[in-house]
């Protein structure tokens, strides 16, 4: 595929000797917090395909790869600037990133189930970057929208606080939500010290996804020893994201959420937890 190189760490036949000579990670201290989150995300993901925008979210997305072999999941390997629209000319490549993992108005209008953005979110710009992107893109190509939007759902995980009726909530002010359905963009809680790690301080395995210089990244992986350390914990959180442990963490995650009510939420919850559970992984400090 014409995307960005990132190693399969499901299937990790590239790996070679790349960690040969690390120390085997600690079990990681956001674990508890991961499972949970990712559970919540599942459930309120409309039974989208998920895709995961940028890097802030790849052990989210690398433990429910493993977890969930047989489900969809993808990666949308783009990075808006802050602060600036995107500009003319990176319009093209966002474009072509997003029909690489079959996202194109086509595609959108006759797929059967929706497609579930996920990210970290503070004040929803990347999400508002993308909806434009793919606004736009629908009214060149003349798809019908109405049907359309009813495929675009938007997951956003945001930092955890104090429970109040008048809370700040992102997806309140800004304009493009209210054009899509009232389900459609959800948001999901995150401790805002693991919220931080994944979105602020986290090594990842690959560049960071600059639209301008994307291509030039399509072959190009980072070997150096950050690099390396941040390849050893994804590739223990891929091994334990198969372990019941976790898938049982998992669907505690789901349990209680109002789309339990829902056929396809239940045979994933059971899919979750039809094992048993051995002694509970323990939650350490960072």
Same mark, same amino acid.
């Given at each position: 595929?014409?995307?960005?190189?990132?190693?399969?760490?499901?299937?990790?036949?590239?790996?070679?000797?790349?960690?040969?000579?690390?120390?085997?990670?600690? +079990?990681?201290?956001?674990?508890?917090?991961?499972?949970?989150?990712?559970? *919540?995300?599942?459930?309120?993901?409309?039974?989208?395909?998920?895709?995961?925008?940028?890097?802030?979210?790849? /052990?989210?997305?690398?433990?429910?790869? /493993?977890?969930?072999?047989?489900? =969809?999941?993808?990666?949308?390997? @783009?990075?808006?600037?802050?602060?600036?629209? $995107?500009?003319?000319?990176?319009? #093209? &490549?966002?474009?072509?990133?997003?029909?690489? $993992?079959?996202?194109?108005?086509?595609?959108?209008?006759?797929?059967?189930?929706?497609?579930?953005?996920?990210?970290?979110?503070?004040?929803?710009?990347?999400?508002?970057?993308?909806?434009?992107?793919?606004?736009?893109? $629908?009214?060149?190509?003349?798809?019908?929208?109405?049907?359309?939007?009813?495929?675009?759902?938007?997951?956003?995980?945001?930092? &955890?606080? *104090?429970?109040?009726? =008048? $809370?700040?909530?992102?997806?309140? !002010?800004?304009?493009?939500?209210?054009?899509?359905?009232?389900?459609?963009?959800?948001? @999901?809680?995150?401790?805002?010290?693991?919220? /931080?790690?994944?979105?602020?301080?986290?090594? *990842?395995?690959?560049?960071?996804?600059?639209? !301008? &210089?994307?291509? +030039?990244?399509? !072959? +190009?992986?980072?070997?150096?020893?950050?690099?390396?350390?941040?390849?050893? +914990?994804?590739? !223990?959180?891929?091994?334990?994201?198969?372990?019941?442990?976790?898938?049982?963490?998992?669907?505690?995650?789901?349990?209680?959420? #109002?789309?339990? /009510?829902?056929?396809?939420? &239940?045979?994933?919850?059971?899919?979750?937890?039809?094992?048993?559970?051995?002694?509970?992984?323990r939650r350490c400090a960072p």
């Amino acid at each position: 595929m014409n995307l960005p190189y990132r190693w399969d760490l499901v299937a990790p036949d590239q790996l070679g000797s790349l960690l040969d000579g690390l120390a085997v990670p600690p +079990e990681p201290w956001y674990l508890e917090d991961l499972t949970e989150c990712a559970g *919540k995300v599942l459930a309120r993901s409309g039974n989208g395909d998920l895709v995961f925008v940028g890097r802030s979210l790849d /052990s989210m997305f690398d433990l429910l790869s /493993s977890a969930l072999p047989d489900r =969809n999941l993808a990666r949308l390997p @783009v990075s808006f600037q802050r602060g600036r629209a $995107i500009a003319h000319a990176d319009v #093209p &490549r966002a474009r072509e990133l997003a029909a690489e $993992i079959g996202i194109t108005p086509a595609s959108l209008a006759w797929r059967d189930r929706p497609v579930t953005f996920v990210d970290v979110v503070y004040h929803g710009s990347t999400f508002t970057k993308l909806f434009t992107l793919l606004d736009d893109w $629908i009214a060149e190509e003349r798809e019908t929208r109405p049907v359309i939007r009813r495929k675009l759902r938007f997951v956003g995980v945001t930092q &955890r606080t *104090k429970t109040s009726p =008048n $809370i700040w909530r992102w997806q309140q !002010h800004t304009e493009w939500t209210r054009r899509l359905p009232a389900s459609a963009v959800v948001n @999901v809680s995150l401790h805002e010290v693991v919220w /931080s790690y994944f979105g602020d301080y986290q090594n *990842k395995l690959t560049w960071s996804y600059q639209l !301008h &210089r994307w291509r +030039e990244y399509l !072959h +190009e992986a980072k070997h150096d020893e950050r690099t390396r350390m941040a390849l050893a +914990e994804a590739v !223990h959180l891929v091994s334990l994201g198969r372990t019941r442990e976790v898938r049982r963490m998992i669907a505690r995650g789901i349990d209680g959420e #109002p789309a339990l /009510s829902e056929p396809w939420l &239940r045979t994933l919850f059971r899919q979750l937890s039809s094992t048993s559970a051995r002694n509970p992984l323990r939650r350490c400090a960072p």
